[in-house]
């Protein structure tokens, strides 16, 4: 797959409309891991659930992720990480949120993260945690159910 097979805008291209009921979803990869097979199959998954979805590429800082998610009024932001600087990178995601005030969207972590890692991930402010080995049933459930419960589809 590639990044032209989901819907990707470059920097400063700001959407036109969100389209009411319909989920947005930034998928990313943050700091220096550059594997991201895995992130653009959970992009397809989410796709195909009816998401808006807008992949970041390789190794975005988390004040770009926040900013392009704030610039495309997302739902959530999605990361997956590899690299096992998974603590510090959320916990500077969470600070980016705060620090533009868009700690409403939320985020969600995916890909190699210890069980022994979810509670600092927690507490910087990541939402859900979606296991490496997941279904495409859980992820989109796990997307889908975070907005629900705000209300907002």
Same mark, same amino acid.
């Given at each position: 797959m590639t990044? %032209?097979d989901m819907?990707?805008?470059?920097p400063?291209a700001?959407t @036109?409309?969100? =389209?009411?009921?319909m989920?947005?979803?930034l998928?990313?990869?943050? !700091?220096?891991?550059?594997?991201d097979?895995?992130?653009?199959? /959970?992009a397809?998954?989410?796709r195909?659930a009816?998401m808006?979805? #807008?992949?970041t !590429?390789l190794?975005k800082?988390?004040?770009?992720?926040?900013r392009a998610a704030?610039?495309?009024?997302?739902?959530?932001?999605?990361v997956s990480l590899l690299s !096992? %600087?998974?603590v510090? *990178?959320?916990?500077e995601?969470?600070r980016?949120l705060?620090? @533009?005030?868009?700690?409403?969207?939320f985020v /969600?972590?995916g890909?190699?993260?210890?069980e022994?890692?979810?509670? =600092?991930l *927690?507490? %910087?402010? /990541?939402?859900? #945690?979606?296991?490496?080995e =997941?279904r495409?049933? *859980?992820?989109v459930?796990?997307i %889908?159910? *975070?907005v =629900?419960?705000r209300g907002q589809i």
């Open positions: 990044d %032209s819907t990707a805008r470059a400063g700001a @036109e409309t969100h =389209a009411p009921g989920i947005r979803v998928v990313a990869k943050l !700091g220096l891991d550059g594997h097979r895995g992130a653009k199959i /959970v397809r998954i989410l195909d009816g808006e979805v #807008i992949y !590429g190794y800082s988390p004040i770009e992720v926040v704030v610039q495309e009024d997302v739902d959530v932001i999605g !096992g %600087s998974h510090p *990178l959320f916990r995601l969470g980016c705060r620090q @533009e005030q868009a700690d409403h969207i /969600v972590a890909g190699v993260i210890p022994q890692d979810y509670a =600092a *927690l507490e %910087s402010g /990541v939402d859900a #945690i979606v296991p490496q =997941a495409a049933d *859980l992820i459930t796990t %889908s159910d *975070l =629900a419960a």
